[in-house]
T-cell receptor, first 114, second 112 residues
Framework: EAGVAQSPRYKIIEKRQSVAFWCNPI?????LYWYQQILGQGPKLLIQ????????DSQLPKDRFSAERLKGVDSTLKIQPAKLEDSAVYLC????????????FGPGTRLTVL | KQEVTQIPAALSVPEGENLVLNCSFT??????LQWFRQDPGKGLTSLLL?????REQTSGRLNASLDKSSGRSTLYIAASQPGDSATYLC???????????FGSGTKLNVKP
């Protein structure tokens, strides 16, 4: 089975610019997560979707970050405007509802904000 | 709120040595615990998943144990190899929430 796909793999932008990341989860996985991983730290949950509905976005900086999951499949995470402290790896993960609750991760997008 | 801690932050061992990585969590009401491996610049690869009703899981040279009452899990790696060099992370899913809390990881270096 195909894994979680993410693009782009790398992105370098200037502060105050905008950027968008894309994630395609494993087919049939209803739950999708976006994480932010700063160098040397564990992943921090930004937002959780169940199908196309938001379950938890309590740690999403909503003044600059937004995410959507149209049709309950692909998802997009956007940052506008970016700050220096947004430099991190953005990871997407999915899991199948009702299963063993094992997360599967994509390769991540490394964002550098200059 | 669940807090997950991994100690040590870094570990360097000679090839062939058996080693143990530690993961501790503050709330014992968990649904499962998952161990991951992360290579530099890569995403997370799932190694082992332990459900709350289980005490351990094994895959090849890896063995993960879970003691909910003490809030601890260990990942045992037998006969370590240079290819095992990576960062190892544990993640805990609370019983009542479908979200995961991660430790900061242990960076392992296995010297040839």
């Amino acid at each position: 089975e195909a894994g979680v796909a993410q693009s782009p793999r790398y992105k370098i932008i200037e502060k105050r610019q905008s950027v968008a990341f894309w994630c395609n989860p494993i087919s049939g996985h209803a739950t999708l997560y976006w994480y932010q991983q700063i160098l040397g730290q564990g992943p921090k949950l930004l937002i959780q979707f169940q199908n196309n509905g938001v379950v938890d976005d309590s740690q999403l900086p909503k003044d600059r970050f937004s995410a959507e999951r149209l049709k309950g499949v692909d998802s997009t995470l956007k940052i506008q405007p970016a700050k220096l402290e947004d430099s991190a790896v953005y990871l997407c993960a999915s899991l199948i509802a009702g299963g063993p609750n094992e997360q599967f991760f994509g390769p991540g997008t490394r964002l550098t904000v200059l | 709120k669940q807090e997950v801690t991994q100690i040590p932050a870094a570990l360097s061992v000679p090839e062939g040595e058996n080693l143990v990585l530690n993961c501790s969590f503050t709330d014992s009401a968990i649904y499962n615990l998952q161990w991951f491996r992360q290579d530099p610049g890569k995403g997370l690869t799932s190694l082992l998943l332990i459900q709350s009703s289980q005490r351990e899981q094994t895959s090849g040279r890896l063995n993960a144990s879970l003691d909910k009452s003490s809030g601890r899990s260990t990942l045992y790696i037998a006969a370590s190899q240079p290819g095992d060099s990576a960062t190892y992370l544990c993640a805990v899913r609370p019983r009542n929430f479908n979200k995961f809390y991660f430790g900061s990881g242990t960076k392992l270096n296995v010297k040839p």
